[in-house]
């Protein structure tokens, strides 16, 4: 009997926006199951998209073909390059959002998208038969039968809203949450864990005295996350975003006071994330330093109010009040909205595969914070992967896996599958040993003819990346023949500018000139009265620049590669290897890595048992299966 559905999207947070629409645009008959239509794409942390890693996460979501930096770029209020004086391993696009608009738009490409029903509702049962996903149940009991279900319920599964001793069910905002689903998943013999994040105070703009706070501007350049936008909000109308510190007094009125906090009193049972903490866990940590900055986000054109990025508490209203009130520029300021923090179940991420599929149910996929991750980039592009490869099941293809070296995706997806994690999961350029080959400016580069494989990339968009290809190309091979006179006027005077005296030559290549310092070549031929496409110039200098470190890079991504090309699969036996290290063999058996790659990232496999699984593979032992 054919099922209701193919796929089944369990929520409608950033993860199972991208789920549900990769699925439904490569011609899958979608279901998007979620609590509430309204809250389809909802911010409920910080009203932006992107910073480090993450932007670079939001430009690879692009490049395979998702929504995220479509909604950002258009619906964004402020576009910033953080890192721009740094190398352009670290360089990542942050926008500031306006999360009424960026929900709206989510809520109006999911209903009118192909292939997809949308339908408020709560799943409270995953359905399982012989270590098989047949559907789910619903709350009033019915039954929906799917091939496929994508599990992104966020922080919705068995949440709790604290904020000191009490204690609420709910997901955020004290939405509707539900302890049955994650029973139902260890009924299926899935292990759970709980987890803790949670928010700032939100403050009424208007009471704000923003005289006695920094500004931080915006970048005036065109910025955007997708390759496909041609517009974006001007910088002459972008809306600044502001700093502000803690204080002494601040410090004595949060530390005086810890033990009404819900994480300090034992109200709080999960691990909190270690690179977003509240301010009390940073003022026990780092009780050296003297102040800890404060960065100030405007929520949405359609609200006064304004978010406190970094000050987020469990404290009690009244001392949120007070501590509040000694932040420079917060004296007078009127709370909004109180701080709190959430409690919830995540997936133990070791039981998924790097394609986001369970290892022991099949055809069961995992995205976003329930596998224990943070921050809505990192739950879109698991979700992207997700739905990629439901769809790539269904049609009976391979998954599509990224490498470390391919994407931080990759690596996300990696962490979790051969490391697991015990707090909540958060990308760092740190985390990516190829960050030099993971840059913001290559993202199309590196994963488009991938998104264009899936069926996610249109003829029109690869068409237009092989004609960018085209001009990246003859663009440096101009410099790489060009001989620049150095005696031209303009040209002596933009080297001196830059703080060269021309060393008795005549002439000198051009490209070698882009390789000093401070030389571009946009600048450079403008001298000669050329005008190169700025954003194709300044790709040709990354990788002139740059040309022996990525070239070196590139090098040991691919001895990565080629181990990570070697298969063990889930299933193979590693009782028939003989001499492996007992606690080799006991992580080997608890993770069950795809390949030996992932194998050798494992803590406790060590390299001796490497060889002796790589002479068993030549051997035949252990007979690895997919």
Sequence with gaps: MKNDYQVIVIGGGHAGIEAALACARLGHR????????????????????GGPAKGIVVREIDALGGQMPITADRTALQFKMLNSAKGPGVRALRVQSDKLAYKAMMQEVCLHQQNLTVMAGMAVRLNVQDSKVTGVTLKDGSIITS??????????MAGLNMISAEVTPGGPDREETTNELSQSLR???????????????????????????????????????????????????????????????????????????????????????????????????????????????????????????????????????????????????????YAYAIEYDAVDPIQMKPSFENKYIENLFTAGQVNGTSGYEEAAGQGILAGINAARKLEGKEPLILGRQEAYIGVLADDLTTKGTLEPYRLLTSRAEFRLLLRHDNAEQRLIEKG?????????????YLEKQAKLKELKDHLSNLTVELDDPKVMAYLKEKGYEPEGHIGENAE????????????????????????????????????????KAEREAKKLAAMDSQKLGVNFRYEEVDNLSIEGRQKLMKYKPETMGQASRISGVNPADLAVLAIAIRQGKGVAKS
Excluded at 215 to 240: K, Y
Excluded at 452 to 464: A, Q, V
Excluded at 538 to 550: H, P, R
């Design 30 to 49: 979608t279901l998007m199951l979620t609590l509430s239509i309204e809250n389809i794409g909802k911010m409920p942390c910080n009203p932006s998209v």
């Design 147 to 156: 091939d496929i279900v994508i599990l992104t319920t966020g922080t919705y």
């Design 187 to 337: 009924d299926a013999g899935l292990r759970t864990f709980r987890l803790k994040t949670g928010t700032p105070p939100r403050v009424l703009t208007a009471s704000i005295d923003f005289s006695k706070t920094k500004l931080e501007p915006g970048t005036d350049a065109f910025l955007a996350f997708s390759e496909t936008t041609e517009h974006i909000r001007p910088f002459s109308e972008q809306v600044p975003c502001y700093m502000t510190w803690t204080t002494p007094e601040t410090h004595e009125i949060i530390l005086s006071n810890l033990n009404q906090s819900s994480m300090y009193s034992g109200v709080v049972k999960g691990v909190g994330p270690r690179y977003c903490p509240s301010i009390e866990d940073k003022l026990v940590r780092f009780k050296d330093k003297p102040r800890h900055l404060l960065f100030l986000e405007p929520e949405s054109l359609s609200l006064d109010t304004t978010y406190v990025q970094g000050f987020s508490t469990s404290l009690p209203r009244d001392v949120q009040e007070r501590m509040t009130h000694t932040l420079p520029g917060f004296e007078h300021c009127i709370i909004k909205k």
């Design 452 to 464: 264009y494989e899936t069926g996610l990339i249109s003829e029109e968009r690869h068409d237009k």
């Design 512 to 551: 070698k000139l882009v390789k000093r310092p401070g030389v571009t070549s946009r600048e450079l031929l403008e001298c000669l009265g050329e005008n190169p496409d700025p954003r194709t110039a300044e790709k040709a200098d990354i990788e002139i620049k740059y040309e022996g470190y990525i070239a």
